[in-house]
């Protein structure tokens, strides 16, 4: 019974263990994967000790262990200027009280993550803008990439309806990849079709890739609306959806991706983008 | 006899499961102890990136403690600690070695559990710097912070 049990554990490990072939990757991107930091580094937990979207985080990301670039969650601020925050309410991560919304950009740089015994006593961290993500961006020689996943649902649905606000959202976005001349590096998520329907109308230049896990859906709504690609869960998508995918001309990027085997199994799918919360680990994967 | 006793050069093992900047750490360290004082020299190894390893590094620690309490069955400990790290970080264009050094003063205490072996825990503060290879910039550069460091301690007393 017992090396029945030592034989299930050496096969999990040999298991875990597996190695990529680079050589066998084949995707829209000329057979390589980019790595993307989710949040930065990846998402804050007792060995990640930096907030995700937080700057020192993003900038660990590429500079330190040289990401491709890193995925930031968008959101607009009560004057209307685009910020990077993950969740509904600020309490879950910093110490201010309420929605993004309700907080004019100024106030909200003033409010600081303190999620965990570490970022509240060591870490001098404050909700950052886009603009400042884009002003050290634009300035790098290697320009990484930035992808922006828009949390369409949080506005003040009191002082607008659903189209007036993602007119302006659109708007925001539009000018500041503009000012920042970043086309060539941004692209932009949503699962909300009316958004990017507005974000294409807009500007018809931008990689705008949807937020689905059902291909079929995702591929019509590409096809008719001339837009980039698809970003979905991991564990929801198969190596032939992928395939299938690619074979429409259209990129994927997939995330939810944290353990070595799940990092692997990311890989054996030949997605164009991975958005990992370990971007050492899926480096090592694919480039030892 | 018994004060020679006290006053004589004793030697013990220590290791140590711990978090701090770098991530989830594990070392282990040969203690010399010395009236009040304990000097302890030992290898670390670093699971610094989030969740679990791909791949580990190696690092040296260095640990001074000075024990306020001592008694037979518990001592109470302010220690020195330094430790660095060196790890791999690649991309598809640059292979790099990056190192962390991280500095920290604890206070901690040990507790006999059955002859000879102690266990306990510290709790610390100080600083890190981390020399990286900006891939960005393309040279070298150093991030320096504040430091906390969490640490369960196994003891063996010769």
């Given amino acids: ?122 870490i001098d961290e404050h909700v950052v803008s886009l603009e400042t993500v884009l002003q050290k961006f634009s300035k790098q020689k290697i320009k990484p990439q930035l992808h922006l996943d828009l949390r369409s649902w949080l506005y003040d649905n009191s002082l607008y309806n659903p189209a007036d606000f993602f007119s302006v959202y659109a708007s925001k976005i539009v000018n500041i990849v503009n000012k920042y001349q970043y086309h060539e590096y941004t692209y932009i998520a949503s699962g909300d079709i009316n958004l990017l329907k507005e974000l294409s109308q807009q500007d ?49 990027a997939v995330f939810d991706i944290k353990t070595q085997s799940n990092q692997v199994k990311a890989v054996n799918k030949n997605p164009d983008f991975i958005i990992t919360d370990n971007i050492s680990q899926l480096q090592q994967i694919l480039y030892n | ?44 190894t670093s699971f610094q990136s989030s969740y679990f390893p791909y791949k580990t590094s190696i690092g040296l620690v260095v640990d001074y403690k000075y024990f306020m309490l001592s008694k037979s069955n518990i001592k109470s400990f302010v220690s020195i600690n330094y430790n660095n790290v060196v790890y791999d970080v690649k991309n598809r264009n640059y292979s790099n070695k990056n190192t962390i050094h991280e500095y920290v003063v604890s206070n901690g205490f040990l507790i006999k559990i059955i002859n000879k072996i102690w266990v306990g825990n510290s709790i610390g503060v100080g600083g890190y710097s981390e020399r990286y290879f900006n891939f960005s910039e393309g040279k070298k550069e150093n991030y320096i912070g504040y430091n906390l460091m969490l640490k369960g301690l196994l003891s063996y007393e010769f």
């Fill in chain 1, 204 to 252: 018809a230049n931008l990689k705008l890739m949807i937020e689905t896990n059902k291909v079929n859906w995702g591929i019509e709504q590409i096809q008719e609306n001339r837009w980039y690609g698809i970003l979905a869960n991991n564990h929801n998508i198969s190596k032939q959806d992928v395939k299938y995918v690619h074979s429409q001309g259209v990129r994927i």
């Fill in chain 1, 1 to 122: 019974m017992n090396s029945r049990i030592i034989m299930l554990l050496l096969l999990m490990i040999i298991s875990s263990c597996k190695k990529v072939n680079i050589n066998d990757i084949h995707n829209l991107n000329g057979d390589f994967i980019y790595v993307i930091g989710h949040g930065g580094v990846g998402f804050q937990t007792l060995s990640t000790q930096l907030p995700e979207n937080s700057m020192i985080s993003i900038m660990k990301a590429i500079e330190v262990y040289g990401a491709d670039g890193v995925e930031v969650d968008v959101q607009l601020s009560k004057d209307l200027q685009l910020v990077l925050y993950h969740d509904d309410r600020l309490e879950t991560s910093t110490d201010g009280i309420g929605f993004v919304y309700e907080y004019n950009l100024i106030e909200l740089t003033e409010i600081k993550y303190n999620r965990d015994i570490y970022a509240n006593l060591f």
């Fill in chain 2, 1 to 44: 006899m018994g004060a020679q006793d006290k006053e004589k050069l004793k030697w013990g093992v220590e290791t140590s499961p711990y978090i701090s900047y770098s991530g989830i750490n594990w070392g282990i360290q040969v203690n010399g102890f010395y009236k009040k004082h304990s000097l302890g020299i030992g290898v670390k």
